[in-house]
């Protein structure tokens, strides 16, 4: 587990590099509605060692252009990419009872309907058709797929820590 997570960090975008010569990035935000990144306050690197605060430019295909504090030339840009960008999770909104944050679920115990333990979440993967849990089996060598809808996962209950799925049959 990151330092990021443990500490109750969520990660809400990326830079993906320089935007012209003076200090704009290409910014790549993870948030439900993109512009949202913004609002969160300042955003912190994964290790915690530096903060900034953002302020968007203008929509670019597939990102967002952006001005962060400190940040004044295109080397100090370029010198950021790939960096990713966390906030508390403490600061985002509430969501409703059917939505729920992926590092939420990371970690999770995944029981099956009739109560036995098939592993833990390990990640949630989001290919464009559909979310994907990935469940390190409770053996611990493994992993496996299972798509991430209310079929499949009947039961998600953050309090208890645990997922109750119903994959499905075989064929």
Do not use: N, W
Request: glycine letters at 12%; a negative charge.
């Amino acid at each position: 587990m990151s330092a990021a997570k443990e500490a109750g960090m969520v990660c809400v975008g990326a830079i993906g590099g320089a935007f012209g010569v003076q200090g704009e990035v290409r910014l790549k935000s993870f948030c439900a509605e993109p512009t949202d990144i913004a609002e969160y306050g300042p955003l912190s690197t994964e290790d915690g060692k530096r903060q900034f605060t953002v302020s968007l430019t203008r929509p670019l295909k597939g990102a967002l252009g952006a001005r962060l504090t400190g940040i004044a030339s295109k080397e100090e840009a370029d010198a950021l990419k790939g960096t990713r960008l966390y906030v508390a999770r403490t600061r985002l909104p509430a969501l409703p009872d059917d939505e729920f944050y992926y590092s939420d679920l990371i970690g999770l115990t995944v029981t099956d309907t009739g109560g036995e333990v098939l592993g833990k979440v390990l990640a949630v993967h989001d290919h464009g058709a559909g979310d994907l849990l990935e469940i390190r089996s409770a053996g611990g060598s493994d992993s496996f797929l299972l798509p991430f809808t209310r079929e499949a996962v009947p039961t998600v209950d953050l309090t208890a820590g645990r997922l109750v799925v119903d994959p499905p049959e075989e064929s």
